[in-house]
C-alpha cells in the first residue's frame, strides 16, 4: 500500500467511524429549534424585558439560527407570575425573571436574586461564577425540572421615595410602604405597615398619600414611573436589594438534550447579558440621577447610619427566620453567610477604600 493509498483508506475509515459513531452528535447539531420565552417585566420595560429580548436575538446570531427564540413579556403568553410553572411543566421552553418571586415554591431562591443587606452586584456574580452559589441554585431547581444561569443585574437600587424625612427607628412606626419580598418583612418588624401594590397603581398611591412610601428599582426607572412629582425624599441606599440578579431559567429537559455547543452558547450569552444588563443599569442611572436632582430638584437623602445598624439587625433575624423554615433555605444562607464574610473583608480594603478615598470626588455635583 502506497501512502495515497494509506491516507485514502484511514480517511474513509475514520469518516465512517465519524458516520456510525458520531450520528446522533450530527443530527443534533443539524437540529433547529423553535423556542418561547416568556418574561416578569411589562412589554418594552428599560433594561429587563429589552435584556430578555436582546438574550433571544444573541442566541440566534451565535448559533446561526440553530436556535430561534419567541419572547413574550409577562401577561402576553402566561400571567407575569406564571412563568415559573410554564417552564416547569414543559410548556414554554425557558423564562426570564427574578428568583425571589418564587419563593413560595422555593423558598432558597430568594438568595440567589437578592436579600437585604446581601451581596453587591460584583459580590453575587463572584458568588455563581468563582463560588458555589450557581450549584446552589441549580441544586434550588432541579426538583422543579428547571435549569437557571444569571442574565442580568440591577446594580445596588435605591432605598425609595418617601413623603417625610426619615430620621430614627421610630419613623418607620405606622409608615405605610410599598415593598416587597423579604425588605417588606424587615420594614414590618421595624413597625411599618407593607402595602402590597401592582406596578400600576403606585404612582397613584404615593402621590394621594394613600400610602407614604415606594421603592421600587433606581433612578431610571423611577425617573420613568414619574415618582419624584408624588414623594420629595429620594433615600439611599437600597439596603433591601444591593446588587438583584434576574434570571434566564430552562426546562431542564430542554436543556440537557442539547449539544454541547448549544449550551456553551446559551451559557456564555447568558453571563454576556448579565454584563450588559449591570453596564446599562449603571450608566443610565447615572445619567437619571443627574436628572431627577438638578431638573426635578429631588432631596436626596442617605437613611442615617444608625438607622441603617439597626435595620441590619432586623434583617439579619428576617434572614434567619426564613431560613429555619427548611433545610435547602438554611444550606443556602450557611452558604451565603460564609461566602460573605470571605469576600467582605477583602472589599473593604478594595472597593469600599477605592470609593471611600478616590473615586469619592467625583460625587454628585449640584447646580
Ligand atoms: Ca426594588
Given at each position: 500500500?502506497?501512502?495515497?493509498?494509506?491516507?485514502?483508506?484511514?480517511?474513509?475509515?475514520?469518516?465512517?467511524?465519524?458516520?456510525?459513531?458520531?450520528?446522533?452528535?450530527?443530527?443534533?447539531?443539524?437540529?433547529?429549534?423553535?423556542?418561547?420565552?416568556?418574561?416578569?417585566?411589562?412589554?418594552?420595560?428599560p433594561?429587563?424585558?429589552?435584556?430578555?429580548?436582546?438574550?433571544?436575538?444573541?442566541?440566534?446570531?451565535?448559533?446561526?439560527?440553530?436556535?430561534?427564540?419567541?419572547v413574550?413579556?409577562?401577561?402576553?403568553?402566561?400571567?407575569?407570575?406564571?412563568?415559573?410553572?410554564?417552564?416547569?411543566?414543559?410548556?414554554?421552553?425557558?423564562?426570564?425573571?427574578?428568583?425571589?418571586?418564587?419563593?413560595?415554591?422555593?423558598?432558597?431562591?430568594?438568595?440567589?436574586?437578592?436579600v437585604?443587606?446581601?451581596?453587591?452586584?460584583?459580590?453575587?456574580?463572584?458568588?455563581?461564577?468563582?463560588?458555589?452559589?450557581?450549584?446552589?441554585?441549580?441544586?434550588?431547581?432541579?426538583?422543579?425540572?428547571?435549569?437557571?444561569?444569571?442574565?442580568?443585574?440591577?446594580?445596588?437600587q435605591?432605598?425609595?421615595?418617601f413623603?417625610?424625612?426619615?430620621?430614627?427607628?421610630?419613623?418607620?412606626?405606622?409608615?405605610?410602604?410599598?415593598?416587597?419580598?423579604?425588605?417588606?418583612?424587615?420594614?414590618?418588624?421595624?413597625?411599618?405597615?407593607?402595602?402590597?401594590?401592582?406596578?400600576?397603581?403606585?404612582?397613584?398611591?404615593?402621590?394621594?398619600?394613600?400610602?407614604?412610601?415606594?421603592?421600587?428599582?433606581?433612578p431610571?426607572?423611577?425617573?420613568?414611573?414619574?415618582?419624584?412629582?408624588?414623594?420629595?425624599?429620594?433615600?439611599?441606599?437600597?439596603?433591601?436589594?444591593?446588587?438583584?440578579?434576574?434570571?434566564?431559567?430552562?426546562?431542564?429537559?430542554?436543556?440537557?438534550?442539547?449539544?454541547?455547543?448549544?449550551?456553551?452558547?446559551?451559557?456564555?450569552?447568558?453571563?454576556?447579558?448579565?454584563?450588559?444588563?449591570?453596564?446599562?443599569?449603571?450608566?443610565?442611572?447615572?445619567?437619571?440621577?443627574?436628572?431627577?436632582?438638578?431638573?426635578?430638584?429631588?432631596?436626596l437623602?442617605?437613611?442615617?447610619?444608625?438607622?441603617?445598624?439597626?435595620?441590619?439587625?432586623?434583617?439579619?433575624?428576617?434572614?434567619?427566620?426564613?431560613?429555619?423554615?427548611?433545610?435547602?433555605?438554611?444550606?443556602?444562607?450557611?452558604?451565603?453567610?460564609?461566602?460573605?464574610?470571605?469576600?467582605?473583608?477583602?472589599?473593604?480594603?478594595?472597593?469600599?477604600?477605592?470609593?471611600?478615598?478616590?473615586?469619592?470626588?467625583y460625587?454628585?455635583?449640584?447646580?
Open positions: 500500500m502506497n501512502r495515497r493509498d494509506f491516507l485514502g483508506k484511514t480517511a474513509v475509515a475514520a469518516g465512517a467511524a465519524a458516520t456510525t459513531i458520531g450520528a446522533p452528535a450530527v443530527w443534533a447539531q443539524g437540529k433547529k429549534y423553535h423556542w418561547k420565552m416568556v418574561t416578569t417585566w411589562p412589554p418594552n420595560f433594561v429587563l424585558q429589552v435584556g430578555a429580548e436582546r438574550f433571544a436575538k444573541r442566541v440566534k446570531e451565535a448559533t446561526e439560527g440553530r436556535i430561534t427564540i419567541d413574550f413579556a409577562g401577561g402576553e403568553l402566561v400571567p407575569a407570575l406564571g412563568c415559573f410553572d410554564a417552564v416547569s411543566a414543559g410548556t414554554v421552553e425557558l423564562f426570564s425573571g427574578a428568583a425571589y418571586y418564587w419563593a413560595g415554591k422555593v423558598p432558597s431562591a430568594q438568595w440567589f436574586s437578592s437585604p443587606f446581601g451581596l453587591n452586584p460584583q459580590g453575587i456574580n463572584t458568588w455563581f461564577y468563582a463560588g458555589e452559589g450557581l450549584k446552589l441554585w441549580e441544586e434550588c431547581y432541579a426538583p422543579f425540572n428547571l435549569v437557571p444561569r444569571p442574565q442580568g443585574n440591577t446594580g445596588v435605591m432605598g425609595g421615595w413623603r417625610k424625612e426619615m430620621n430614627t427607628m421610630a419613623d418607620w412606626k405606622g409608615l405605610k410602604m410599598r415593598i416587597p419580598g423579604l425588605g417588606g418583612k424587615v420594614v414590618a418588624k421595624a413597625g411599618g405597615t407593607v402595602v402590597l401594590l401592582p406596578g400600576g397603581e403606585i404612582f397613584t398611591s404615593l402621590e394621594r398619600g394613600v400610602i407614604d412610601a415606594v421603592e421600587w428599582v433606581g431610571l426607572h423611577d425617573l420613568r414611573l414619574g415618582l419624584y412629582k408624588a414623594a420629595q425624599y429620594y433615600y439611599y441606599p437600597g439596603w433591601h436589594e444591593p446588587g438583584t440578579c434576574l434570571e434566564v431559567t430552562f426546562n431542564k429537559k430542554v436543556y440537557d438534550g442539547l449539544p454541547s455547543d448549544l449550551k456553551v452558547i446559551l451559557d456564555s450569552v447568558a453571563a454576556e447579558t448579565n454584563i450588559w444588563s449591570l453596564s446599562e443599569f449603571e450608566s443610565s442611572n447615572g445619567a437619571a440621577l443627574e436628572e431627577l436632582i438638578n431638573k426635578h430638584h429631588v432631596q437623602k442617605e437613611f442615617p447610619a444608625e438607622m441603617l445598624v439597626q435595620l441590619g439587625k432586623l434583617s439579619t433575624e428576617v434572614l434567619e427566620e426564613e431560613a429555619a423554615k427548611d433545610p435547602q433555605s438554611k444550606k443556602v444562607n450557611e452558604a451565603f453567610k460564609k461566602f460573605r464574610s470571605q469576600i467582605g473583608p477583602w472589599g473593604t480594603v478594595s472597593e469600599k477604600a477605592y470609593y471611600d478615598r478616590i473615586f469619592g470626588k460625587a454628585l455635583k449640584t447646580t
